[in-house]
Every structure is written in structure tokens, then in C-alpha cells.
């Protein structure tokens, strides 16, 4: 338990402060209109769909470094580093910079208005150019992570987003000596904060006091066949990701059929629960990394229980709270959007939603277990079957299809998510992630 806490705490802390400023960046677009938070709903569900290579490159690269710093073979750790960043900018730039002309389409396949697509233009445009750092930005925490440094990750994840948090209403509103720029300015004080994490990363991670020092810049050229390793290890987290992403689109869509302001309650309510998930998140990739440890050292039992371990803690926190959301419900939607018609139906919305925090948190736990044994083709086949034939289903056919109100299509949200849940669970208990070879 020691473990698994010293490395999954600060992870779980981290990331639950970057999600912080994602509901910050909520917040402050919320006092100018439901039209700004609809917007950044439907842009970010893009640009999760562009960054499906993050998710083939980040678990590949997690087990192979972990695998590496548990072997002893430093060397051969900060090589597996050095190409993690190289493939990540690269493939981040490749896959945002030439899709930029395409987002008015996007937008309008999406169902938004032409008010929400007019600003979801303006707030992709930068999340788009600035893609590559922001997966680039994911790598910094994946390596300090997996050489056993989660606090630095940590303090990372603290200066950035406090950064953001003050610099979001001072762009936004025009605060100060700053002109007005609005959802622009949301999306350029992000873009400002990516840039500093990767800053910090490379500093960190070249410093003397690093367990593996990197040297950035001496003459070793990256190895292509590492390279080639990692994504064949992720491919399938990125099939998974792709598969889920084009599914999140479908949602959208549906969601979208309900209008603008039910696409902007369901976008801040997402981002209410995200909190816990990547809470979630920041735990299992912690302890991802110890159990690409332990296996890299052939300690498979050490790995099981650090594994059982992290899940059943995930399980209680999710409880813990889903509770506090269920309760809380009407103070935090009013808190984004006080307009009686819109308050209503969002603590309907987030309420039904809440029910399915700790299965999503059991589903993402087990999943991130496979990804640091480096096994990403069961996960894969679970998140296409979950995706494609469960939720958009269940969504559809309690939604449009009956002609259900919109909490109806949350309800459908729900019930696929608690299967979700119960199945990942039967995945992790057959084990045979602890047999896997990297």
C-alpha cells in the first residue's frame, strides 16, 4: 500500500489539479453565455479525436520506460524518453495543424449553432496548432512518473494550472492591462500553460538530481525500432481512442438534437465529473508505472497487489464522490449557470450522470493496469464493444428513438457506463496482464 500510495498520490493529486482549470476555464465562459461553454464542449470532443496518437504513443511509452528504470538500464531509460518526445510533437503537429480548415464542417455536422460554431472555430484553431506540445506536455508527466519521480509531476501540474486559473478571467475579460479577448482568451492562456509544462519538464528531467538525467542535446539520434515498439504496444490504446472518440462525437450529435443549452449541461457537467476520473487517472498511471516496475523486475506478485490495490481505492474515492456530486448538485449548477430554466434540468442532468463516477473510475483503473503491463488489445476490444454497441444504443433508443426528454438520453449515458464498469472489472480478474511480455 506504501507504494502504491507514494506513487499513485501525487498523480491522483495532479491531475486532479489540471482538471481544476478546465473547470475554471468552464466557469468564467459560463458568466458570458451557455453559447462559449457549448462551443468548447464540441471542439474539445475534436480535438480528443486528433489526439488518439497521444493514446497510442503514452502507453507504449509508459511500458517501455518503467520496463527500462526496472531493469536498471538507465541509459537505455532516458533513450526511451528522448523518443517519447519526438514522437509525440510529431505526430501531435501532423495530425492538428492540417485539420484547422476542416473545424467549420466539424462544427456543423455537430448540430452548433452558427453563434457556437463561430467561437468553436476561434478556441480549436489554438488547441489545434498547439497540439503536438500539448501531447508533448503529457510526456513530461509519463516520465517522471515512470522513473519514480510523481512529485515532480506534481509541483508541474500545481505552477502551471495555478497559471492558468489567474491568467483565464485576465484574458477573458480584459482585466487589468489586458485587452477583452473571450473565449480566445481561454484558449490562449491554456496554450500559454502547455508551453511552460513541457519547459519545466525538460528542466526537470535534465537536472542532476534526476534519476535518469537526460541530455537533450547530445549527438544520440533516436532509434526507430524503439520508436516502432512503443506504438505497437499503444496501437491498441489508440484503436480504443479512436474507436471512443468518433463515439463521443455520436453523443454530441444526439445531445445536440435537445439544443445549445443542453449540449452546455452536459458539457459542464462532464467537466464536473472529469474531476473525479482523472483524479482516477492520475492514481492508475501512477501506479502503471510501479507495475511496469514490478513486472520489468519479475515481482508478479508485488504487481497484482499494487494492481488490486489502486482499483479498490479508486472504487472508494468515485463513491465518495458521486455522493458529494448527488448532494452538492444544485449549488454547482448554479454556481455555472443561475438562470432558473437552465439550473432545473442541469441538477436533473448532473445527478443522473453522478450514478456512473465510481464505474467509469472501476473502468479506468483496470484499464490502466493493462496499459502499464504494456497488454493493450483487451481494453481495446472492451472500449469498441462499450462505445459503439452500448452507449450510442442505449443513448438512442431512450432518447430520440422513444422520444425521451433529454434526461433520458443521460439516463442511457448511465446504465452503458455501469456495464462498462462491471466489465472491466471481469477483464482484470482473469490476470493475464501479469504473464504479458514487453
Same mark, same amino acid.
Given at each position: 500500500?506504501?507504494?502504491?500510495?507514494?506513487?499513485?498520490?501525487?498523480?491522483?493529486?495532479?491531475?486532479?489539479?489540471?482538471?481544476?482549470?478546465?473547470?475554471?476555464?468552464?466557469?468564467?465562459?459560463?458568466?458570458?453565455?451557455?453559447?462559449?461553454?457549448?462551443?468548447?464542449?464540441?471542439?474539445?470532443?475534436?480535438?480528443?479525436?486528433?489526439?488518439?496518437?497521444?493514446?497510442?504513443?503514452?502507453?507504449?511509452?509508459?511500458?517501455?520506460?518503467?520496463?527500462?528504470?526496472?531493469?536498471?538500464?538507465?541509459?537505455?531509460?532516458?533513450?526511451?524518453?528522448?523518443?517519447?518526445?519526438?514522437?509525440?510533437?510529431?505526430?501531435?503537429?501532423?495530425?492538428?495543424?492540417?485539420?484547422?480548415?476542416?473545424?467549420?464542417?466539424?462544427?456543423?455536422?455537430?448540430?452548433?449553432?452558427?453563434?457556437?460554431?463561430?467561437?468553436?472555430?476561434?478556441?480549436?484553431?489554438?488547441?489545434?496548432?498547439?497540439?503536438?506540445?500539448?501531447?508533448?506536455?503529457?510526456s513530461v508527466y509519463t516520465a517522471l512518473r515512470s522513473i519514480g519521480r510523481p512529485a515532480a509531476a506534481l509541483w508541474i501540474q500545481?505552477?502551471?494550472?495555478?497559471?492558468?486559473?489567474?491568467?483565464?478571467?485576465?484574458?477573458?475579460?480584459?482585466?487589468?492591462?489586458?485587452?477583452?479577448?473571450?473565449?480566445?482568451?481561454?484558449?490562449?492562456?491554456?496554450?500559454?500553460?502547455?508551453?511552460?509544462?513541457?519547459?519545466? *519538464?525538460? %528542466? !526537470?528531467?535534465?537536472?542532476?538530481?534526476? #534519476?535518469?538525467? &537526460? =541530455?537533450? /542535446?547530445?549527438?544520440?539520434?533516436?532509434? +526507430?525500432?524503439?520508436?516502432?515498439?512503443?506504438?505497437?504496444?499503444?496501437?491498441?490504446?489508440?484503436?480504443?481512442?479512436?474507436?471512443?472518440?468518433?463515439?463521443?462525437?455520436?453523443?454530441?450529435?444526439?445531445?445536440?438534437?435537445?439544443?445549445?443549452?443542453?449540449?452546455?449541461?452536459?458539457?459542464?457537467?462532464?467537466?464536473?465529473?472529469?474531476?473525479?476520473?482523472?483524479?482516477?487517472?492520475?492514481?492508475?498511471?501512477?501506479?502503471?508505472?510501479?507495475?511496469?516496475?514490478?513486472?520489468?523486475?519479475?515481482?508478479?506478485?508485488?504487481?497484482?497487489?499494487?494492481?488490486?490495490?489502486?482499483?479498490?481505492?479508486?472504487?472508494?474515492?468515485?463513491? *465518495?464522490? %458521486? !455522493?458529494?456530486?448527488?448532494?452538492?448538485? #444544485?449549488?454547482? &449548477? =448554479?454556481? /455555472?449557470?443561475?438562470?432558473?430554466?437552465? +439550473?432545473?434540468?442541469?441538477?436533473?442532468?448532473?445527478?443522473?450522470?453522478?450514478?456512473?463516477?465510481?464505474?467509469?473510475?472501476?473502468?479506468?483503473?483496470?484499464?490502466?493496469?493493462?496499459?502499464?503491463?504494456?497488454?493493450?488489445?483487451?481494453?481495446?476490444?472492451?472500449?469498441?464493444?462499450?462505445?459503439?454497441?452500448?452507449?450510442?444504443?442505449?443513448?438512442?433508443?431512450?432518447?430520440?428513438?422513444?422520444?425521451?426528454?433529454?434526461?433520458?438520453?443521460?439516463?442511457?449515458?448511465?446504465?452503458?457506463?455501469?456495464?462498462?464498469?462491471?466489465?472491466?472489472?471481469?477483464?482484470?480478474?482473469?490476470?493475464?496482464?501479469?504473464?504479458?511480455?514487453?
Amino acid at each position: 500500500m506504501k507504494n502504491v500510495l507514494s506513487m499513485g498520490l501525487p498523480s491522483m493529486t495532479g491531475f486532479m489539479v489540471m482538471t481544476v482549470y478546465e473547470l475554471v476555464d468552464m466557469f468564467w465562459l459560463a458568466r458570458i453565455s451557455p453559447a462559449p461553454v457549448a462551443a468548447v464542449t464540441m471542439c474539445t470532443t475534436f480535438v480528443w479525436l486528433l489526439s488518439f496518437t497521444n493514446m497510442i504513443i503514452g502507453p507504449g511509452s509508459l511500458a517501455v520506460i518503467s520496463r527500462r528504470f526496472g531493469e536498471g538500464d538507465l541509459r537505455r531509460t532516458e533513450r526511451s524518453i528522448k523518443n517519447t518526445f519526438i514522437l509525440k510533437f510529431t505526430f501531435g503537429s501532423l495530425f492538428g495543424w492540417p485539420v484547422i480548415p476542416a473545424l467549420p464542417w466539424v462544427l456543423n455536422f455537430l448540430g452548433a449553432s452558427p453563434e457556437v460554431q463561430r467561437l468553436g472555430v476561434t478556441y480549436g484553431t489554438v488547441q489545434l496548432l498547439m497540439l503536438g506540445v500539448t501531447m508533448a506536455g503529457y510526456s513530461v508527466y509519463t516520465a517522471l512518473r515512470s522513473i519514480g519521480r510523481p512529485a515532480a509531476a506534481l509541483w508541474i501540474q500545481v505552477v502551471t494550472t495555478v497559471l492558468n486559473c489567474l491568467l483565464d478571467p485576465l484574458f477573458i475579460f480584459g482585466w487589468g492591462p489586458f485587452p477583452a479577448m473571450g473565449i480566445f482568451g481561454a484558449a490562449l492562456a491554456t496554450a500559454i500553460c502547455h508551453v511552460l509544462v513541457v519547459v519545466m *519538464g525538460f %528542466a !526537470a528531467l535534465a537536472h542532476r538530481s534526476s #534519476p535518469v538525467r &537526460v =541530455r537533450w /542535446f547530445d549527438r544520440a539520434l533516436p532509434v +526507430a525500432s524503439e520508436m516502432v515498439q512503443m506504438m505497437r504496444i499503444g496501437l491498441p490504446a489508440g484503436i480504443n481512442q479512436l474507436a471512443y472518440s468518433f463515439a463521443t462525437q455520436m453523443v454530441i450529435k444526439i445531445v445536440a438534437s435537445y439544443g445549445m443549452a443542453t449540449v452546455a449541461l452536459y458539457g459542464m457537467s462532464v467537466k464536473v465529473l472529469h474531476f473525479g476520473w482523472m483524479a482516477i487517472v492520475g492514481l492508475g498511471l501512477g501506479t502503471g508505472a510501479l507495475v511496469g516496475q514490478y513486472l520489468g523486475s519479475k515481482e508478479l506478485h508485488k504487481a497484482w497487489l499494487a494492481s488490486v490495490l489502486s482499483i479498490r481505492l479508486a472504487v472508494w474515492l468515485t463513491l *465518495g464522490y %458521486a !455522493a458529494a456530486i448527488l448532494l452538492g448538485a #444544485p449549488l454547482i &449548477v =448554479r454556481g /455555472f449557470f443561475p438562470e432558473p430554466e437552465m +439550473a432545473e434540468l442541469g441538477i436533473t442532468i448532473l445527478r443522473i450522470m453522478a450514478i456512473s463516477v465510481p464505474f467509469v473510475g472501476l473502468h479506468i483503473g483496470a484499464e490502466i493496469v493493462f496499459e502499464g503491463a504494456g497488454q493493450n488489445i483487451p481494453p481495446m476490444l472492451l472500449g469498441i464493444i462499450h462505445s459503439w454497441l452500448v452507449v450510442i444504443p442505449t443513448m438512442y433508443l431512450l432518447g430520440p428513438l422513444l422520444g425521451g426528454a433529454a434526461h433520458m438520453v443521460m439516463l442511457g449515458w448511465t446504465l452503458a457506463h455501469i456495464v462498462g464498469g462491471a466489465a472491466a472489472l471481469w477483464l482484470f480478474r482473469r490476470g493475464t496482464w501479469l504473464l504479458h511480455e514487453v
